[in-house]
């Protein structure tokens, strides 16, 4: 018996064979959890690194000294630099640039880049001004304004120490602050006899003595080493030793 193959029937078809059915992709939706999550840590980063940059940078602008003061410098153009430093609570203690502290004298001496403090600084009652006569010679050449001096009044030899009180030499200004050196000449004209004007800051009823102890005398200008020598220019009629004639 042979087998045969059943023909399919005539007009049917067989069906395909069954595949998996596609699934329908849904639009993104606006309230998703999952990017509301990340926009929130996206904002949050942000947010934490613009703190963290704020925070480093929290600097205040405030006046430091341009160089060495002594105690007694009345306050000029030039004497203060702005620099930005982070002071956090205790910048009110320290000197805003919105201030202006020209004419102020400084209570106690200051160092070259030193924060100036708001108590350093005193109005400026009881102190005058006194500009003395020094031959070039008898000035250091690296004196300037804010350093700490003392004056000595020296006999001249062709006089004597004839009627001269103290000795040949006396101290008339001690632990002085200059205000200005003016008249001092770097050219070929400039000699060792060129008058130098310095300005020193004494105590208005120091100044009659100060002026008679010099009688006329030639002066030498001493730089202190430090400025933190205390005084405004007191006088003193001690000599110091020295040649006596």
């Not at 502290?101 to 400026?124: C, H, M, Q, Y």
């Not at 001092?184 to 100060?210: I, M, P």
Request: glycine residues 14%.
């Amino acid at each position: 018996m042979s087998a045969t193959t059943a023909a399919p029937a005539a007009g049917r078809t067989e069906a395909p064979p069954g595949g998996p059915v596609p699934r329908r992709v849904r639009p993104p939706r606006w309230l998703d959890l999952r990017l509301i999550l990340g926009v929130l840590l996206v904002l949050g980063s942000v947010l934490l690194g613009a703190r963290v940059v704020t925070a480093a940078d929290a600097t205040v602008p405030v006046w430091s000294a341009s160089s060495d003061l002594a105690a007694g410098t009345v306050l000029a153009d030039g004497d203060l630099v702005a620099v930005s430093v982070r002071l956090d609570d205790v910048a009110g203690n320290y000197l805003a640039t919105s201030t202006h502290p020209e004419g102020r004298v400084l209570g106690r001496a200051v160092r070259a880049g030193e924060l100036l403090p708001r108590s350093t600084l005193e109005e400026p009652t009881g102190l005058v001004q006194l500009a003395l006569p020094v031959q070039a010679g008898y000035v250091p050449p690296s004196l300037a304004r804010g350093q700490m001096v003392d004056v000595y009044a020296v006999a001249d030899p062709a006089v004597g120490a004839a009627g001269q009180t103290g000795g040949t030499v006396a101290l008339v200004v001690s632990a002085a602050p200059v205000q200005a050196v003016t008249g001092r000449g770097d050219g070929v004209l400039s000699t060792a006899t060129t008058t130098v004007q310095v300005v020193v800051a004494v105590a208005a009823e120091d100044a009659a003595d100060v002026l008679g102890a010099i009688g006329g005398r030639g002066l030498v200008v001493v730089v202190r080493d430090s400025v933190d020598a205390g005084g405004a220019g007191s006088p003193s009629g001690t000599s110091p030793a020295g040649p006596t004639g």
